[in-house]
């Protein structure tokens, strides 16, 4: 978890409602991964950025999910609006290439 | 397409027990392989992982994986179980992209 910042750690929100969970890498790396975390669908890979642009974001559910990584320190994901399917953990994770790849702890989103 | 299946959602073992957690994969080309562990209200932690060389490798808290590419298989052991290795298991493969997750299997380690 020491390479990865996550906040907020849990949020707990109305349907509706806007919902920004951020990221801050600590150390170096050239890749930054979203997952989300469900007990029905497991571990689900959402988007990916290279050197900060955008390279596969497949995986996101709906136009409803936004990602955006501004510079090498940061990186946003956004839920709007939010409903309550999209309560999951919402992990980032940091990778040097197509290799090992560190999370952070996790976002617990609760929509209700 | 690479993909990665962990046939055992659940794997029970006692105490002082060896315990085997099962991989396989699919992938073309030479593949990175890894194994990560989940312990509850934490992010997956990385274990170990094969990228060339022995076919046993050697990681975190006395786990080891033995890569058997006949079999495509990549499967996480350690000799003696204790109750703190108790958590979710996630094998990964990786070839040209990013890593593809397995579906975990939970490991119950009893005392």
């Known amino acids: 978890d020491a390479g990865v910042i996550q906040s907020p750690r849990h949020e707990v929100t109305e349907m509706g409602q806007e919902v920004t969970l951020r990221c801050k890498p600590i150390s170096g790396h050239d890749y930054l991964f979203w997952y989300r975390q469900t007990m029905m669908r497991g571990l689900e890979l959402l988007i990916y950025?290279?050197?900060?642009?955008?390279?596969?974001d497949s995986g996101m559910p709906e136009d409803r999910f936004s990602a955006k990584m501004p510079n090498a320190s940061f990186s946003t994901l956004k839920i709007q609006p939010s409903e309550p399917r999209d309560s999951a953990v919402y992990f980032c994770?940091?990778?040097?290439?197509?290799?090992?790849?560190?999370f952070g702890p996790g976002t617990r989103l609760t929509v209700l | 397409a690479q993909s990665v299946a962990q046939p055992e959602d659940q794997v029970n073992v006692a105490e002082g027990n060896p315990l085997t957690v099962k991989c396989t994969y699919s992938v073309s080309g030479n593949p990175y392989l890894f194994w990560y562990v989940q312990y509850p209200n934490r992010g997956l932690q990385f274990l170990l992982k094969?990228?060339?060389?022995?076919?046993l490798v050697k990681g975190s808290y006395g786990f080891e994986a033995e890569f058997n590419k006949s079999q495509t298989s990549f499967h996480l052991k350690k000799p003696s179980a204790l109750v703190s290795d108790s958590a979710l298991y996630f094998c990964?493969?990786?070839?040209?992209?990013?890593?593809?997750f397995g579906k975990g299997t939970r490991l119950s380690v009893i005392a």
């Open positions: 994770a940091i990778a040097g290439g197509s290799d090992t790849q560190y």
């Open positions: 990964a493969v990786s070839g040209n992209t990013p890593l593809v």
């Open positions: 094969y990228i060339t060389g022995d076919n």
């Open positions: 950025f290279n050197n900060n642009v955008p390279i596969d």
